[in-house]
């Protein structure tokens, strides 16, 4: 069992280029997140999607972008990436949003914006 | 929105309990959650509380006052292995959760 998993582990790239960040569930968990995490600032919410076929704006989503075309896979998009988007990624599912249902996280992607 | 405040970090012995404090001002409150993050990991579930009073899971409990904006994650007999970040982490009736910037805690042999 696969759980949840995000792609690539690492990433470095130039400022002004786009990337997209990889995650896909195998749990057919219905709701599936994105955070970015950086230090003494903690988890924050860019986008999350509640089903299939809708998303929805986090704390932090300038500079972002999602999609969720089925249950297993939530891509984030970074259009034009700048050095202030220097962080940890981490993607989460969710069998539910409410009652006693945690988030799943993936193990995270470290990506550096030079 | 949410303001979520615990400690930065926190040292105790081996053996030992350590209770890792959490407030929170909410704009609206649709339980409270608990993970632990080892460094260079990803977050893992530890608590859920959405009613006040304590909830425990062997070694861990959680406590929560939603009068007061507060909760707790006590930890007994501390391990070598308990050393890792603890997250407070809010939802609201959007069904988001906000989550605090961790606490550190140190188990010291």
């Known amino acids: 069992i696969a759980g949840i998993t995000q792609a690539p582990t690492s990433q470095i790239l130039a400022a002004g280029r786009r990337m997209t960040l990889r995650c896909t569930q195998d749990m057919r968990h219905n709701a599936m997140y994105w955070y970015r995490q950086d230090l003494g600032l903690g988890l924050r919410l860019i986008h999350y999607?509640?089903?299939?076929?809708?998303?929805g704006k986090g704390e932090v989503p300038d500079g972002y972008s999602v999609s969720r075309a089925n249950t297993d896979d939530f891509p984030l998009t970074l259009a034009s990436a700048v050095p202030s988007q220097t962080s940890v990624y981490f993607c989460a599912s969710s069998e539910g949003t409410s009652g006693a249902h945690e988030q799943f996280f993936g193990p995270g992607t470290r990506l550096t914006v030079l | 929105g949410q303001n979520i405040d615990q400690p930065t970090e926190m040292t105790a012995t081996e053996g030992a309990i350590v209770q890792i404090n959490c407030t929170y001002q909410?704009?609206?409150?649709?339980?409270l959650f608990w993970y632990q993050q080892h460094a260079g990991e990803a977050p893992t579930f530890l608590s859920y509380?959405?009613?006040?009073g304590l909830e425990e899971k062997g070694r861990f409990s959680s406590f929560l006052s939603r009068s007061k904006g507060y909760s707790y994650l006590l930890l007994k007999e501390l391990q070598m292995k308990d050393s890792a970040s603890y997250l407070c982490?809010?939802?609201?009736?959007?069904?988001?959760?906000?989550f605090g910037a961790g606490t550190t805690v140190t188990v010291r042999a």
């Open positions: 509380n959405v009613l006040d």
């Open positions: 909410t704009s609206g409150f649709n339980g």
């Open positions: 982490a809010v939802r609201d009736h959007d069904y988001k959760l906000s």
């Open positions: 999607s509640n089903t299939a076929g809708t998303t």
